[in-house]
């Protein structure tokens, strides 16, 4: 975090110093670095605050996933053989359709 920020502080000082030497020598290309500079901070800092919230998120969504698997029943499968086919009702999809 402290990097980023010393970075885009460097970049908009970058910035301020190209627009400010733009207006001395009466440049629009130099106005227009220090408007790109000072939009790539922008730019940086909207993408720190949008992955810190899903970082943030994503790492709240594996510490409640943790807890629902550790408070969880086991799930038990059981086998009973083919004879379970026998056991109950025939399930035939007519019987199911609608008239």
């Not at 030497?21 to 993408?47: D, K, W």
């Amino acid at each position: 975090m402290f990097f980023i920020l010393i970075v885009v502080i460097g970049l908009v000082a970058w910035a301020l110093h190209l627009m400010q030497e733009a207006i001395q020598h009466r440049e629009f290309s130099l106005m227009l670095a220090g408007f790109l500079v000072s939009t790539a901070a922008a730019g940086m800092m909207a993408v720190y605050f949008l992955m810190s919230h899903y970082v943030g998120y994503m790492s709240e969504m594996a510490h409640r996933s943790y807890g629902m698997t550790e408070w969880s029943a086991p799930i038990v499968w059981s086998t009973y053989g083919e004879d379970w086919l026998s056991a109950g009702p025939a399930l035939n999809p007519a019987d199911y359709r609608s008239n």
